[in-house]
């Protein structure tokens, strides 16, 4: 989909609602590259369905990076309900901390009710999350 499309959504659909964090997150369990992909892939299998559920009708994009200083940074996106979540690059080593940035647009949800859905939902699958200004 083109920035175009996103500004003008086809069939008088609601227009786009962006949402960006970044942040910190202190890790409980994780330690290597395999276990933080799990964690997202529930992650974001878990906020597309939430989503989903608060009237979101299309997903222009759910992406982001989390970083681990000198050990590598892994990108993800998704672009719909049903896709898996695509990878790029790759963590070494262990980490108990990394540094993370996401960016949301959706049709259907306003901005206020994604917020507390992702704060959330990165407690519950990294552990403490302590968020920036974007």
Avoid: W
């Avoid at 003008?8 to 933080?36: N, Q």
């Avoid at 989503?51 to 719909?80: M, P, T, W």
């Avoid at 695509?86 to 993370?100: A, M, N, P, V």
């Amino acid at each position: 989909m083109t920035h175009d499309e996103h500004a003008h959504p086809p069939g008088g659909d609601p227009p786009p609602t962006a949402f960006a964090t970044r942040g910190s997150l202190t890790l409980r369990g994780i330690g290597s590259d395999t276990e933080l992909r799990g964690a997202a892939d529930a992650f974001l299998s878990e906020l597309t369905g939430c989503l989903r559920e608060q009237g979101c009708r299309l997903i222009g994009h759910i992406k982001g990076v989390y970083e681990a200083g000198d050990k590598g940074q892994l990108f993800f996106s998704v672009i719909s309900f049903d896709q898996k979540v695509r990878y790029k690059g790759k963590l070494t080593g262990s980490f108990e901390r990394i540094d993370f940035a996401l960016n949301v647009i959706v049709y259907g949800v306003k901005a206020e009710k994604i917020e507390p859905l992702v704060l959330e939902g990165l407690r519950r699958h990294f552990g403490g999350v302590s968020p920036h200004s974007p």
